[in-house]
């Protein structure tokens, strides 16, 4: 893609959003996953990546064929003459409870025990697992995450979805750096014991990183990420614990988002994009 293509695009954006349909689509995913996680975050090659990804620029697992992908496409990229990998410009990647299930479970309990997740009683609804979230940074807007929630808003209708849950990150593999913002998450947004999965022995540190009443929670709040701050928005609660990633270069907090307790002022737009 020439700067030109990306200059012309960032004047005419026309977003859309859609789920992979073939291996064309899942390879625009993971290099566009790769180029986040290795190129921008810094995710070492040599632990998060085997040869075969890295030649390819490719970051992938066994878990992508199992999943579904959300895409977000710059149809103005297209327009301009872009290939079609280089037009999706972020990602989501679903995976639903009766395929982890069916499968080798769910992903993140490599990092979490879901036992608590995993017993508690649906009423015929499934869980859901986000992952593998990433945008490239110039489209890092409210335009680009509103269409990504489009997109899980009507994946969550047509498959009876009952709860969402993933992993967000903070940079970096130093949770001290963080204190503050663990620490306020920890205090105040604390998942129900009922949906509460904690990380797994030795993968991970307390999230009570200070003593309540010790840290500015200004500063907290300055710390948390974009997409923390977005979880929160919508009724998120946390797990217990956090998973020290080095693998992707990243400190990680579960996230826990029932479907039926998002805030009521996003309740009317996530029910209308459905």
Known sequence: MTAQMLE????????????????????AVQHLRWRVFFEEMGAPEDMGADPANAALRCDRDVYDSLCDHLLVI???????????ADAVVG??????ET???????????????????MARDNEGKELLELGRSC?????RTSATISMLWRG???YIKANRIGLMFGC????????????????????????????CPRVLPGKGVSMERLERGTYDERRAMFQLPPL????MRVGARFGDGAFIDHAFNTVDVFVVMPVDLIADRYASRFSAAA
């Open 8 to 27: 012309k695009s960032l004047m005419t954006r026309r977003l859309t959003v859609r789920l992979a349909r073939d291996g064309d689509d899942l390879h």
């Open 74 to 84: 710059d149809e103005a990229l297209l327009d301009a003459g872009a290939a079609p």
């Open 91 to 96: 990602t989501y990647r679903l995976l639903r």
């Open 99 to 117: 395929v982890a299930r069916a499968h080798s479970g769910f992903y993140s309990s490599g990092e979490y025990d879901l036992s608590t997740l």
């Open 135 to 139: 945008v490239l940074p110039q489209y």
């Open 152 to 154: 899980i808003a009507d």
């Open 168 to 195: 967000a990150s903070f940079p970096g593999t130093d949770p001290d750096l963080y204190a503050p913002a663990l620490s306020y998450l920890y205090h105040n947004h604390l998942a129900a014991p009922d949906q």
């Open 228 to 231: 923390v701050k977005g979880y």
